[in-house]
């Protein structure tokens, strides 16, 4: 399927619409140009949201299967943009087709994460962490070693720093569901990191 | 405040969550309690550093693989025939909508009770109707048609039908003597005299006559005449008409 693939796709198609001088600089006119099949437009999109998708993708499902979900996602947000109804942000949307598909994933995969040392060692620790250069890494370990719903909370809010209002309507839950969740989640983190000697208050 | 009070509240406190004297109060402990100070700072610790994980850049050929499995499915979907990309187009959620639900059940409460009340009017109606026929005249209670089924019940039921008849015709008989037996005592002998004396007449050319239609015949002679002596028709009486 895969060299079929690549046959078909190699030829530059033409573009279906000339209309690609209108700034896409919000979601609306973004969603339109990429509905009407615009390259351009759908490029944008890809290169806007790739490091998050990515991200998520990586770290809920682990660095081996992470470009599988994080394509999958893609293809689907651009054959459902059709679809989308605009009743949450486009991000949101994209962000809880990450989600899905990565806890979908795991499910299909049916085992749970087991992250080696191996494949942690390509991940590079952010220079400006704390005092401890290994924290990255033991982070980025224990992480792995969380219930995948654990996982998703933690991504979301505090890897990628979106609000408990974004991360509840990612997740389809309550605030108030998302605030006990993360509590959990940063609890069993503490639990598996033991003490990391944190900065005082 | 305790230490299980504190705990519960210390990510609310640590993402900036806790205002005013809820806030005071966790730090007020924080500040006295080293077991949940060291809790709150590894806390802390935790969050800063999920923070600080660096930012995974997708591999670069991604976008290129994405490209060629929309081809692939765009070739997929102009090889399906039309109705099913019709299909797949056809998202219920557009037509269902909350509101359509909303109004759908109320068309179907309001019908509900609608049927409710109708049968409950047909209920009450009935005994009233059951409770009228009775004072209906018997003359004009036409004989119930029976459901015909078969041909040896519609044989059955034209077999019947003569003498039906006749009993009808005898009860209006009946009715209207009644009622001449009112008006008797305003005639005088000799009208009451020809009055029985036509009764009796009448009454046998009745009885002799053929079961069917002569019978009728007779019976429709008799009502004629009572109907007639009952409202004092001239006629009825004139051959003592002389006769004050």
């Not at chain 1, 790739?50 to 770290?59: C, E, I, L, Q, S």
């Not at chain 2, 005013?20 to 309690?33: F, K, Q, Y």
């Not at chain 2, 002679?221 to 009572?226: A, D, E």
Request: aromatic share 6%.
């Amino acid at each position: 399927m895969t060299e079929t693939a690549l046959d078909v796709a190699t030829p530059v198609l033409a573009e279906p619409r000339t209309r690609v001088s209108a700034t896409l600089s919000d979601d609306a006119q973004l969603i339109a140009a990429c509905r009407r099949g615009e390259a351009r437009a759908m490029e944008m999109l890809y290169h806007q949201f790739k490091r998050r998708v990515f991200g998520m993708a990586h770290r809920i499902v682990g660095p081996n299967d992470a470009e599988e979900v994080a394509q999958e996602v893609f293809v689907r947000v651009f054959r459902g943009l059709a679809a989308f109804r605009g009743d949450s942000a486009l991000s949101t949307w994209i962000y809880r087709l990450t989600v899905n598909a990565s806890l979908s994933h795991l499910a299909r995969r049916g085992r749970r994460q087991e992250v080696g040392d191996e494949t942690l060692a390509d991940v590079p620790a952010a220079p400006e962490v704390s005092r401890d250069p290994g924290l990255a890494a033991r982070i980025e370990r224990a992480l792995a070693e969380l219930p995948p719903g654990y996982r998703a909370i933690l991504v979301l809010h505090d890897v990628e720093g979106l609000s408990h209002e974004e991360c509840a309507a990612i997740l389809e839950c309550r605030v108030g569901t998302c605030k006990s969740q993360l509590h959990k989640a940063r609890a069993r983190m503490r639990e598996l990191l033991g003490p990391i000697g944190g900065t005082p208050q | 405040m305790k230490c299980e009070d504190v705990r519960p509240k210390l990510t609310a406190y640590l993402d900036g969550e806790l205002e005013g004297d809820r806030g005071s109060a966790v730090r007020g402990h924080l500040r006295s309690c080293e077991a949940c100070r060291t809790a709150s700072n590894d806390e802390a610790a935790l969050r800063d550093g999920l923070r600080a994980l660096p930012t995974l850049d997708a591999p670069s050929g991604m976008w290129a693989k994405i490209q060629t499995q929309l081809a692939v499915a765009e070739i997929a979907d102009s090889e399906k025939p039309s109705w099913r990309r019709a299909l797949a187009r056809w998202n219920p959620q557009h037509w269902v909508t909350p509101r359509l639900a909303l109004a759908s059940g109320a068309v179907a409460v309001i019908f509900c009770v609608w049927a409710w009340r109708y049968s409950q009017r047909e209920r009450e109606l009935a005994p009233q109707t059951a409770f009228h026929l009775p004072q209906l005249p018997a003359v004009v209670t036409p004989p119930a048609p029976a459901p015909v089924t078969s041909a040896d019940d519609v044989a059955s039921e034209l077999a019947a039908m003569p003498k039906t008849t006749s009993d009808s015709y005898a009860a209006a008989v009946a009715e209207l003597e009644q009622l001449a037996t009112g008006e008797r005592a305003a005639w005088s002998d000799s009208q009451q005299k020809q009055f029985d004396a036509k009764i009796a007449e009448l009454k046998h050319d009745i009885a002799t006559a053929d079961e069917g239609r002569p019978r009728h015949r007779a019976y429709r002679t008799l009502i004629r005449y009572l109907e007639r002596a009952t409202s004092r028709d001239e006629v009825a009486f004139a051959d003592t008409r002389a006769t004050p």
